[in-house]
């Protein structure tokens, strides 16, 4: 007997067991479909978060160096403090490294604040206004809806220009063309130029269509005359990201003539940090989530084995004439594991379709697709739970003495 | 005769327990593997409760600055949920300043102390002993700040009005400052550098329970007159404590407060508060209101694994009663009731279920104040979970248990007896 033939009859036995006690095979699925069910939407939960957060963090763009007076995140208190005393940034210094970069495309000094912005007798609270150069275009990588941004000439010369969000245009102008218009941005007049592509907000939490960008000599005359900026840098190549990073990083010393033994007194910022950040935090909450959903899981996993631990008792009979009348160990093994298996696919299976309208009801809060990795990953563990847990009584079945098996009543 | 069915229903009970400890006992492994099943599901429920105690505990201690029937009022929430964009609302309202402190502080006829304070600066003192690490606040304040924040003098005095009116270089420390910046004696009369400018110390507080890692025990106490010339009123919103005579005019106490402010910051009648009042309960309270969606999906999650405990009993007793079909048989021929088979199923399923759940309860506690030991805070034992954990096992033992002890009471007993 070959192995193909065997595992053909192992499903042929272990259907027919199956369905001798259908209340007991439900009742045993039904165990193992709580189990999939719960852990199947903790990882669609888990990967909608993952998701929302990449959508709203890849605007930062992989290849741009933030480059400013603190860094995004301190380890504690102390080394924020200390970050406060560091000299400010100035936009002299961000002109230099335009001159001085060889492995960056842009370079483009940003201020930004929160101003008020009217438009005749509208008006929109405290929008974010960015002062920069027309390379911010570049770095951010931004696309205009609208319009143009502003030129080399208009931000040099620090024209009254401005390109704003979609959000400031629907509030200032309803579904009317802004360009052309002339809006106060802190009680001064600027012409609208183009309006930015629409963007969502970061993780619904704050909308980043809610921002104007001017040209950073404006920024400084009507918003704030000494500005803490922060440089962003586009690297050339993403593939020389690193020495990118090095040659900011020495050119940024030279210019602010620091001596070799001093430590740098600005932080290059990455979009990296960000997804590290979160990384950490998304990490406790899946080990927490896949903990207890985990455990019911087991749970599911101990009644199977329960249940075919009773299996092989009731058959005992049936083996020992299997074995007397030439069965392997192996065989009577495989059959036994056929059937735990059977039942947790069966589950699996069940389980999904479950699962399947749930995630549905969960999007309406995250952007959560059931993707076929969570699907294919959730087979395969109750597939893996039915072989583990069926093993220890197809174990004793296996090694059963046919003589005292036959011999059972 | 009433006397005789007592009797009757004790020696029933009795017996239905040996019967079950019996049965548990006849198939260990069976048994075990059930037991396993819901001291699962009961550990997953006591663990998450316990150490959602412990974080609630810890919560609460940071958020507890307050003195009994105390209240704090000022421009900003103490706790904001609402993004950025929420901010707004609170910029624009009024700052509140050193006049409306003192207006409180004249006409709250039923308040026992008013309190002015303002977080002025963190930084680095320095005494002829010892430099402090960066990052020590400086608090202002008024006399009247010291019994609403609950703090009492352990050596010197307090600030007096006098130190407030002519802003006196004086400062009051907490404890643990205390002890780090003066190594050696008393501290009072020394003097403490802050800023460049020095202070005369008049008085240390008396430590409060440290057991949050001492960030509650590094601040230096000044006149908020002081701190206000020195570090500058401009764009400066002030805060106002004020604790009521007990806990009976403590609403009254509020009202009044409000009143008092309203008028003095010209808010037309109708309108909302221009300000945030709150207190330690308040607070407490708010903060378990925005995370009650979490605690009830976690609690819900955490109890799905005994739900499939459950089924797992349930399938384990249909088992067992087919297996002693001829028993049920032979009982009911010999005079057992109905209802005696239905007890002696039922009592199994139970019995099976509490002994699982106690175990659970134990490791489950145990667990969970492993956060405690990590978080460094007293560990919490949620007798209330326990007792609800605890019956949640028999609730979950009797329904599960219903069915299959419905089924073998309801067997036919000739049928029974020739089951083989």
């Known amino acids: 007997m070959n192995f193909i033939t065997e595992i053909r009859e192992g499903f042929g036995i272990s259907w027919a067991a199956i369905r001798a006690n259908k209340l007991r095979s439900i009742l045993t699925t039904l165990g193992i479909v709580i189990g999939i069910v719960t852990v199947t939407l903790m990882g669609t939960a888990i990967e909608g978060l993952n998701q929302s957060f990449m959508s709203s963090i890849s605007s930062l763009g992989a290849d741009v160096f933030f480059v400013s007076r603190d860094a995004w995140f301190n380890n504690n208190e102390g080394e924020w403090r200390k970050t406060q005393r560091r000299r400010p940034l100035k936009i002299a210094e961000a002109n230099k490294l335009i001159g001085q970069l060889e492995l960056s495309s842009a370079v483009a000094p940003v201020a930004q604040s929160g101003a008020r912005v009217e438009f005749e007798r509208r008006n929109s609270g405290r929008v974010q206004v960015l002062g920069t150069t027309e390379q911010y275009a570049i770095t951010s990588g931004i696309g205009i809806s609208e319009g143009h941004f502003f030129s080399a000439e208009e931000a040099a010369g620090g024209r009254p220009v401005c390109i704003i969000g979609m959000q400031v245009s629907s509030n200032l102008f309803g579904g009317g063309s802004a360009l052309g218009q002339r809006i106060k941005i802190s009680s001064k007049t600027f012409e609208v130029v183009g309006v930015l592509e629409k963007q969502g907000s970061f993780m619904g939490i704050f909308s980043m269509d809610n921002q104007a960008v001017i040209p950073i000599e404006q920024f400084i005359t009507t918003i704030w005359n000494n500005p803490d900026i922060a440089i962003h840098v586009k690297a050339r190549q993403l593939t020389e990201l690193e020495d990118s990073r090095e040659e900011l990083r020495h050119t940024m010393r030279k210019i602010r003539r620091l001596q070799p033994s001093d430590a740098d007194d600005f932080a290059i910022n990455q979009q990296e940090q960000f997804v590290q950040m979160f990384n950490r935090v998304a990490g406790t909450i899946a080990a927490v989530g896949f903990f207890i959903t985990g455990l019911s899981l087991f749970v599911g996993g101990i009644g199977i084995m329960n249940i075919m631990f009773v299996s092989v008792a009731e058959r005992t009979r049936e083996i020992g004439i299997r074995k007397a009348i030439g069965a392997k160990r192996r065989t009577i093994l495989l059959q036994f594991l056929t059937e735990a298996g059977c039942i947790c696919l069966l589950g699996g299976l069940i389980a999904l379709a479950i699962a399947w309208p749930l995630t549905l009801v969960m999007q309406k809060f995250l952007p959560a697709t059931m993707s076929l990795t969570v699907a294919s990953v959730a087979l395969l563990v109750s597939l893996v739970i039915g072989v583990v847990s069926g093993f220890l009584p197809a174990w004793r079945a296996a090694r059963m003495n046919p003589v005292d098996a036959l011999r059972s009543e | ?420």
């Not at chain 2, 930084?123 to 010291?146: D, N």
């Not at chain 2, 500058?232 to 407060?257: F, H, M, N, P, T």
């Open chain 2, 1 to 420: 005769m009433k006397q005789k069915h007592e009797i009757t229903l004790l020696t029933e009970a009795r017996e239905s327990l040996f019967m079950a400890l019996n049965a548990v006992a006849a198939h260990k492994l069976r048994s075990a593997l059930t037991l396993l099943g819901v001291l699962i599901g009961v550990f997953s429920i006591i663990v998450v409760m316990t150490s959602m105690r412990v974080l609630k505990t810890n919560v609460e201690t940071e958020m507890s600055q307050l003195g009994a029937n105390t209240f704090k009022v000022q421009k900003w929430p103490e706790l904001q949920f609402e993004g950025p964009m929420g901010w707004e609302k609170y910029r624009r309202r009024l700052n509140f300043t050193l006049a409306h402190g003192k207006l409180v502080i004249e006409k709250a006829t039923l308040a026992t102390s008013v309190g002015i304070e303002e977080d002025f600066w963190g930084g680095q003192m320095e005494t002829r002993f010892e430099k402090s690490a960066p990052g020590v606040r400086i608090l202002g304040e008024t006399p009247g700040s010291f019994p609403a924040k609950n703090w009492t003098i352990a050596d010197g005095r307090a600030l007096t009005d006098n130190d407030v009116d002519n802003a006196r270089d004086v400062c009051v420390l907490a404890d643990g400052l205390a002890r780090t910046l003066f190594p050696f004696g008393s501290p009072v009369g020394d003097k403490l550098k802050m800023d460049g400018i020095n202070y005369q110390v008049i008085g240390v507080l008396t430590a409060k329970g440290a057991t949050m890692g001492g960030s509650q025990d590094n601040f230096v106490i000044i006149p908020i007159s002081t701190g206000l010339n020195r570090f500058g009123s401009w764009k400066r919103s002030l805060s106002i404590l004020v604790q009521a005579r007990d806990k009976a005019s403590y609403e009254d106490c509020v009202e009044q407060v409000r009143g008092i402010l309203r008028v003095a910051r010209k808010v037309p009648p109708g309108a909302e508060d221009d300000f945030e009042l709150f207190s330690n309960d308040s607070l407490i309270a708010q903060f378990e209101k925005f995370t009650r969606a979490v605690r009830i999906g976690v609690a819900v999650i955490s109890s799905i694994a005994l739900l499939a405990a459950g089924i797992g009993i349930m399938n384990i007793m249909l088992v067992s009663v087919t297996e002693r079909t001829r028993e049920i048989g032979i009982r009911r021929a010999i005079g057992a009731k109905k209802r005696n088979i239905m007890t002696q199923f039922l009592v199994e399923a139970v019995v099976l279920c509490e002994v699982g759940g106690i175990i659970g309860v134990v490791l489950g506690i145990l667990g969970g104040n492993a956060i405690a030991f990590y978080f460094k805070v007293p560990p919490a034992i949620p007798f209330d979970w326990i007792a609800l954990g605890l019956a949640l096992c028999s609730l979950v033992g009797i329904i599960f248990g219903t069915y299959p002890a419905y089924k073998a009471a309801n067997l036919d007993p000739i049928e029974s007896l020739r089951y083989e």
